[in-house]
């Protein structure tokens, strides 16, 4: 019987995978006619697809040309439209020409699930008339979206406070920073809001307030050192950004010196977005595999998913002084029955100087034995080589750095983490050159 079992589970799964195959199949003969007008028609030229009919109430404007003149594409399967029903997060590969620069892949993103961005839309009309459904340009005029008009001379924390994890605790010179870096205007490079225009200053609101990730982008650009996905340009709901590479997720069993050179980074990432010069802490709040890429020729560890990204300004808090500022913040682990979950408090990253939250968040999601993602666990740094498995070094530091038995003990083992991965790395180089 316990023998006989196991085959009678594996025919239910051929089966099962059959009549999803047969499903496919019928499902591509009734879409045969789309199917090939899919292939000749470039949607991105639609301004109702990428919903540029709906602008003020959208991202921006500033890559419009390059839609409507036919210079962006989807790839093969995204022109598919019926795919889209596993496309939940609106997420597509493209080509991007240039007549000089020749074609590149680029990302495009609707910055939301259809649900989410049909949920903005009755936002705005309930913030507007108290009504679900409204003629959606007319409400936005009637949002606070507008009423912050051009008459007012900055975008000031109070108005913008807890709008979303970019501005939980926005400060002065974290909003400069924001406005003058908005990329969806022809006269960049002023904090000044009356240097807008009307649309201009109702579309970066809106991105502000239901998803940050475009100015996460464009406050830290890349080309500054910062380790994020390039912002290119929108159009409509559609966001441009440069294709990084294959998700960190791909990595997963790649070779124990290339596993270790990728958390390495992952842990420079951690150090830098928590202490660095400008001493904006940037505190990463959803941390998966999937949210991480890997470049293709370069082998860089770049964060795809800024969406959910708390800014804390630390010389405000410096400033400012609130309780227990200058105490030492520790994450606590909590065992979670979920994938990439973490437990932190926004309240206290707002209001600490220095604080473990990007260490944790990576060791714990990531790098240790307690990762979880896609049914497997023991994270990025799985099964090592046996002498360092037998040492017991790393596994001492991933689970100190996961869940510290001291106090403070996170603070150090990330330090030692670090350290210690750089050394594994340069072993590891030293021995291919040979």
């Excluded at 080509?95 to 049909?118: D, H, M, W």
Aim: glycine fraction near 6%; charged fraction near 25%.
């Amino acid at each position: 019987m316990l023998r006989f079992l196991p085959l009678k589970l594996g025919r239910l799964y051929r089966c099962l995978k059959l009549l999803l195959v047969l499903g496919l199949f019928v499902i591509l003969l009734m879409n045969t006619h789309n199917l090939f007008a899919s292939f000749q028609k470039n949607e991105l030229t639609d301004r109702r697809f990428i919903n540029l009919n709906k602008c003020p109430a959208c991202f921006g404007t500033s890559w419009c040309r390059k839609f409507m003149n036919g210079q962006v594409s989807f790839e093969t399967w995204g022109r598919l439209r019926f795919l889209d029903v596993f496309n939940v997060k609106n997420v597509y590969f493209a080509q991007y020409g240039e007549p000089r620069e020749g074609t590149r892949r680029v990302v495009l993103k609707r910055l939301g699930s259809n649900q989410e961005l049909a949920e903005i839309d009755q936002k705005i009309c309930k913030r507007a008339t108290g009504r679900p459904r409204c003629d959606l340009i007319q409400a936005m005029y009637k949002t606070e979206f507008a009423r912050i008009n051009g008459d007012v001379r900055l975008l000031t924390p109070e108005v913008v406070e807890g709008w979303s994890d970019l501005v939980h605790c926005p400060s002065q010179r974290l909003l400069d920073r924001v406005v003058r870096r908005y990329a969806e205007t022809k006269d960049s490079g002023s904090f000044l809001l009356k240097n807008l225009k009307d649309t201009e200053r109702m579309q970066l609101l809106m991105t502000l307030a239901f998803n940050p990730e475009p100015l996460v982008l464009q406050s830290f650009p890349s080309d500054e050192g910062w380790p994020f996905a390039k912002y290119l340009g929108a159009c409509g709901r559609v966001v441009a950004v440069n294709y990084v590479g294959e998700e960190l997720w791909s990595f997963y069993n790649a070779p124990w010196e290339k596993r270790v050179d990728l958390a390495r980074q992952l842990m420079d990432i951690a150090e830098q977005l928590t202490n660095n010069d400008f001493e904006f802490a940037l505190y990463l709040l959803d941390v998966s595999f999937d949210n991480f890429a890997v470049g293709p020729r370069d082998g860089k560890v770049i964060v795809v998913d800024a969406e959910n990204v708390l800014v804390a300004d630390k010389r405000l808090i410096k400033q400012n002084k609130p309780e227990s500022y200058d105490v030492w913040y520790e994450s606590r682990f909590e065992e979670c029955d979920r994938e990439a979950c973490l437990s932190f408090s926004k309240d206290s990253l707002c209001s600490r100087v220095t604080v473990d939250h990007n260490y944790y968040a990576i060791c714990q999601n990531l790098l240790s034995r307690y990762a979880t993602w896609r049914g497997t666990t023991g994270g990025l740094l799985h099964d090592p080589p046996a002498h360092i498995a037998k040492d017991g070094q790393l596994e001492a530091l991933l689970d100190e750095c996961t869940r510290p038995k001291k106090r403070y003990g996170r603070f150090q083992a990330a330090k030692d983490l670090r350290e210690y991965l750089t050394q594994l790395a340069a072993a590891s180089s030293s021995a291919t050159a040979r």
